[in-house]
């Protein structure tokens, strides 16, 4: 099986979102140059293989330093994608990280953050309409922000105060929507969306020339919209949401990933009990 052909056509799978596929590219031709110095072949690709460019990868070299466990997570995980779109999930070499340390997310902003945050998208001009209801659903909801910018209008339930969300590997989810994402949403579609528009065009949140927005312009309007989905689990956790609730509303394909909200989750259980067991005080 040629490499580079066999990794071209899974990179173009719909199911890849484009940052996905900007980093797996990077990381799969990676991969690639080494099976070429070998002399090894995709289809030869097996646990002892792996096992090989597991440890080429974590070996420190002259003027670079040791990859991080997250980033070597990341590889391993492009590659076993790449193996089970090319050669089936039998195929895929069991090959667990030793030692890898639970992933760190970035603090969450607080509550009056992310008031503020939002409170700067002001104005009434179509533009800053757009920009409140957008990231008060991201909020709102826990999106993803190639997972807003997806969105259709047939995927906004006004009657139903719902969200019908696709995301990773077309998993789709239905989230409820908050008052102020109600009330946002509802106002940009009745005088923002129709100034914007241009043609039949039915992605819900449109550019200043009525096409589908880029990831690149959330990033350009909040240096960090995903510190917004943080805000939404970390919040609701707060509130007294279960992990279990919290991987739902996510769409985590498995509780592991959610639980690396569980030192939220602890510092709630924390509080509950100081304030319900009466020889906590």
Known sequence: ?????????????????????????????????????????LDAVDARVLADYTRHLGRARPGRERLAPGTLARKLAAIRSLLRSALGPSRVPDLPLQNRRRRRLPNAPKLGDVEELLGQFAGDDPLSVRNRALFELVYSAGLRTHEVVRLRLSDIDLEQRAVHVTGKGDKERVVPLGDEADVWLRRYLQLARPALARGADDTLFLSHRGRRLDTSTLRRLVANPHRLRHAFATHLLEGGADLRTIQELLGHASLSTTQTYSHVDARRLKRVYHLAHPRAR
């Open 1 to 41: 099986m040629e490499t580079r052909a066999a990794i071209e056509r899974f990179l173009q799978s719909p199911r890849l979102a484009a940052s996905t596929q900007r980093s797996y590219r990077a990381d799969l031709e990676e991969f690639s140059r080494w099976l070429e110095r070998r002399g090894t072949t």
